[in-house]
């Protein structure tokens, strides 16, 4: 029998109530709008059902992928033969923490409403993290950051699912932050559950001020009119990947409906129609193109699902 039909018997079973589909394109559900359908697809509203999804993916043999918002995500064409579970509807819950100036989040809640929940309360810390599309997850396991801040600056504690050892709760120090890695960079089998941010007490007028600044920012430099997942590339040790595709007369240049951003070189775009292959076909051309030109091998920070 195939892991989605064991699958769709335990589910069956266990959470008749969950929203649980068949062959789900995944185009809807990352933000380049690329990508072929999900075997089988899920939407737990909470901690529990994500952990028994995780529990059945594990003894029926299927490869479990859990994404937010899919900002940082590429899908091929072919689709993927796993389940995939999708926390940003149901796993938005955003709290106060149990100490002083912190607050609680659950993977799927987005960084903007996060942000903004600490406006409100006058915590000053996430204001860089206020125009970053994704989800508490995905930023946790990258340790996203923009405009000088960083995801490992205001986390104070991390709760995982360890699909053999079972939920376990991490100080920041053990996240092994690093530029857009964690932890979870080396043990992608992890499940971001929920974070706690510790952040200074602040003006709320003064912080919105802040995140209306770098919004302002955001929208002036980047392509944000298009489809993408955000920047395309990590930055280069003594260089910007912008500059160094800009310099290389690359802006502009297309693959199908995949293009190098006018705006800002450091994007590839989906100017309409693109397709994966067009989008990992460019990514190598600009590889290529800088490395010959300028001796630099670009990495990408778009994370390639198979």
């Not at 995982?160 to 992608?188: C, N, V, W």
């Not at 292959?277 to 001796?295: F, P, S």
């Amino acid at each position: 029998m195939a892991w989605f039909e064991t699958l769709d018997r335990k589910i069956a079973d266990y959470l008749p109530d969950l929203k649980y589909v068949e062959d789900e394109p995944m185009a809807k559900h990352i933000s380049f709008r690329v990508g072929g359908a999900a075997k089988r697809m899920a939407f737990p509203e909470n901690a529990e059902q994500l952990v028994l999804l995780m529990n059945f993916a594990l003894s029926c043999g299927a490869r479990a992928l859990v994404i937010g918002n899919g900002t940082n995500l590429l899908v091929p064409d072919e689709g993927l033969d796993r389940l995939v579970i999708d926390v940003s509807d149901g796993m938005t819950r955003i709290a106060d923490g149990g100490q002083a100036n912190e607050i609680t989040a659950q993977c799927g809640a987005s960084l903007a409403r996060i942000a903004e929940y600490a406006r409100k309360k006058g915590l000053s810390g996430l204001e860089f993290a206020h125009g970053i599309p994704g989800t508490l997850g995905g930023a946790v396991c990258m340790n996203a950051g923009a405009y000088g801040g960083e995801i490992k600056d205001v986390v104070a504690s991390v709760t995982l699912l360890d699909p053999q050892a079972g939920i376990r709760t991490l100080k920041g120090e053990e996240m092994q932050f690093s530029y857009r890695r964690s932890l979870l960079s080396e043990h992608p089998e992890y499940v971001v559950l929920s974070a706690t941010f510790r952040l200074e007490r602040g003006d709320s007028e003064t912080i919105g001020a802040r995140m209306r600044e770098l919004m302002a920012k955001r929208k002036a430099s980047q392509p944000l009119e298009f489809p993408s997942a955000g920047s395309t590339f990590k930055r280069p040790v003594g260089h910007y990947a912008g500059p160094l595709i800009e310099g290389c007369g690359l802006k502009g240049c297309r693959v199908g409906g995949a293009e190098v951003s006018t705006k800002h070189a450091g994007f590839i775009v989906n100017t309409g129609g693109a397709t994966c292959a067009d989008v990992l076909a460019l990514i190598e051309k600009v590889q290529k193109t800088v490395y010959d030109a300028r001796g630099v091998m670009l990495e990408p920070e778009v994370k390639i699902v198979r």
